[in-house]
């Protein structure tokens, strides 16, 4: 059984008699949470409806985290819409529920692409500011699962920076992309931004806020370099 085959046998055995299963899928900006969460969806083909949502969805508009002074802290705990969040997963267990959608070209919340999903067998929520457990341990908890994506930081450095490079170039036909606005710089030149911003702001996060999920997730997942699962923690 290779490990997604393996995690996906521990969501099976974990769904409650009535209602969703509601996984979190959390880990370190360009970790691979949206592959993972994509694997485990096609691994529970014909076994189990699953839906899968980002919690990116229920970061503020710019505009608001513009006001509120928060732009440059996208990702950090108080720019999301923590209340929205947890009344979209309390709705879904019983019905019908609203989920908004990031857009990453275009650095923001998008409206059009929001989803109204029915309840389905499982749902993954896949992103950040899901450390909740840690941070409010008396508070009632949203999730019913929760998974940690775990790397080295020099690797998720990588990862990260291969991302920014890769929306740089796609941005090249693309005016509207939030990439577009680094055109005129090179290759270089966006690379160092690329670190930048990841030593700045995702790094930071990460060890502040993101990896205190690590300490309270039901299941650890290992990463290599090349991106393969070496281990996995149960709890």
Do not use: C
């Amino acid at each position: 059984m290779s490990p997604i085959e393996s995690l996906a046998a521990d969501l099976t055995v974990r769904r409650p008699a009535a209602g969703p299963l509601i996984v979190g899928l959390t880990g370190a900006v360009a970790a691979g949470k949206s592959t993972l969460a994509g694997e485990l969806k096609s691994a529970l083909n014909g076994k189990a409806v699953v839906e899968i949502i980002a919690t990116d969805g229920f970061l503020r508009p710019n505009a608001e985290l513009t006001d509120l002074g928060l732009l440059e802290q996208k990702g950090f705990p108080p720019t999301y819409d923590n209340d929205r969040f947890r009344t979209a997963l309390a709705d879904i267990r019983t019905g019908p529920a609203v989920f908004p959608t990031y857009s990453h070209t275009a650095y923001d919340i998008d409206p059009a692409l929001a989803r109204t999903l029915s309840p389905p067998d499982i749902l993954i929520v896949e992103g950040l500011n899901l450390q909740h457990r840690a941070v409010t341990p008396d508070a009632p908890d949203p999730l019913d699962l929760l998974i940690y994506l775990d790397a080295d930081e020099g690797d998720l450095e990588s990862w990260y920076v291969a991302r920014f490079l890769e929306l740089w170039e796609a941005a090249e036909h693309d005016a509207t992309s939030f990439y577009a606005r680094f055109r005129s710089m090179s290759r270089e030149q966006t690379e160092n931004l690329a670190r930048m911003v990841w030593t700045g702001v995702n790094l930071k996060n990460l060890r502040e806020n993101i990896s205190l999920a690590r300490d309270t997730a039901d299941l650890v997942v290992r990463k290599a370099a090349d991106h393969a699962i070496v281990d996995v923690v149960r709890r």
